[in-house]
């Protein structure tokens, strides 16, 4: 893990892993940072609000992985875990916490506060296309149906690891 964090650069040009990807300008309170959102081959999502708040799913709609400013979460069994990293002179070090229910149900329903958001910018119409790969892709299409298939129930997933991650290290 890398010692001081960097800004991403370009993070349409850069996520070679999101084979199909769209990077939106969007209004507040979503904006005014760039969202990216794109889909890997194994259909999962991830999204970035800005550099703050990224949330990534599996395949299924699961809640796998998330950054909400400043602290990371991942799914472990089912349950939502925080970890914070502990900077010292030697390393870096991530503790993590299980979230209590409370904590879990806040955290959702703040996550389902701004992919509502997104969606409702999706179908107004109301955002401007920065960049699409590939270029005559239907991304946009793609990410609202995947926002109203899974917006309002989304559940934790088993594992951080996506299904095309899980498959290789068995």
Request: net charge neutral; with cysteine; proline share 5%.
């Amino acid at each position: 893990m890398a010692r001081e964090e960097q800004p991403r650069e370009d993070l349409l040009a850069e996520a070679k892993n999101l084979v199909e990807r769209v990077s939106l300008q969007v209004p507040p309170p979503l904006g005014p940072e760039e969202t990216v959102a794109g889909f890997r081959r194994d259909g999962s999502l991830a999204i970035y609000f800005g550099q703050q708040r990224v949330y990534q799913f599996t395949s299924g709609g699961e809640l796998r992985r998330a950054y909400v400013d400043g602290l990371l979460y991942k799914a472990q069994a089912g349950v939502l875990i925080s970890m914070s990293r502990e900077r010292t002179s030697e390393a870096v070090n991530l503790v993590s916490t299980p979230l209590a229910t409370g904590a879990t149900n806040e955290f959702l329903a703040q996550m389902t506060s701004c992919l509502t958001g997104l969606q409702r910018v999706l179908e107004a119409g109301d955002y401007v296309l920065q960049g699409q790969v590939p270029a005559d892709g239907m991304v946009i299409e793609r990410l609202l149906a995947w926002l109203v298939a899974h917006v309002g129930n989304t559940s934790i997933a088993s594992s951080p690891r996506s299904a095309s991650r899980a498959a290789l290290s068995k």
